[in-house]
């Protein structure tokens, strides 16, 4: 295999964690794991993996660190132990734990600090997906450093993308298609409740969604294009239009007995669009009640 004897390092053996390490092996790695719980590299030890006895030696055993735990305090505990200090000058650490755009500037300045090469990376797959041609990972911070990366990231995620030097950059994008994703996971939640209730089979309804998934991207570039040039006149849908269909939907969740908090919320939503008199603008205006909800007003 073309990678044989490159050495990587992998901290952080979940679920996630554990699917790179695979890969790696997979694909000709000398991989070093460690785990605060060492059970969990035992498959991988039987794949070639070798099992480090402390972060820190896992950190020393190779040029390249990849971190994949629960979050950034946790990889920050264990990057900035005493134990860790001597281990850390000179490496490249790429991290794929989920934080935010802050945390992610932190973590580049206390980096350079201690002469670390530091990559951000977002993971936009689930384990059993990485490996693939079309996998996404995200990836910020210095064009040098993601380039000597580039190899073992394509390795873990064939549809790699490089976000540019703001090192925030892919924790801000990852959160943004998650808040899409979540968004509509919601919405399809509530999908399947009316096709519980009204006898139609969930699966055919799953596939339709697959179905209709590449208008919704087309949609949303539509929304994208308004919204940059602040332009809601040319509408295919008005705010007041959607808000009618929403109320329909809660109406038909009160006549079939299921819950109605999801549509009763998108609809109180646009709502306060239409008393704040864009109703005929298309949907993508109400970006504009997002941008007058502050944190205090939305926080709890
Ligand atoms: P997981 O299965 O819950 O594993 C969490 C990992 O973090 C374990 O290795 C755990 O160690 C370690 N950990 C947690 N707190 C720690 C601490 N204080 N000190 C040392 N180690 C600690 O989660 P996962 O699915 O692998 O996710 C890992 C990261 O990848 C998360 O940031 C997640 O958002 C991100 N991610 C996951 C997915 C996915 O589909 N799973 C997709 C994209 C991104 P122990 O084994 O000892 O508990």
Redesign the pocket.
Known sequence: MSNYNEKVSII????????LAGVLLREGYRVTVW???PE?ADGLIKKGALLAPS?ALAIGSSPTVII????Y??SR??LSSKETAPFLPGKTVIE????TPQEARDAQVWAKEHGIDYLDG??????SQMGRPETLILASGPRSVFDKSEAVLKALAGGLAFLGEAVGNASAVDFAILSFWFGGNIGFLHGVRICEAEGFPVRDFAAMTRAIAPFAGESNEKMAERIFNENYDDSEASVRTCAAALKMIARHASEAGISSEFPDYAYRFLERGMDAGFGEEDLAAAIKIMRTSSAATTAG
């Open positions: 952080g053996l979940g679920l996630m964690g554990s699917a785990n605060r719980t969990k972060a994949c735990v629960a979050d305090e946790a505990s264990l794929l734990s989920t934080g977002a993971i936009m797959a689930t384990p």
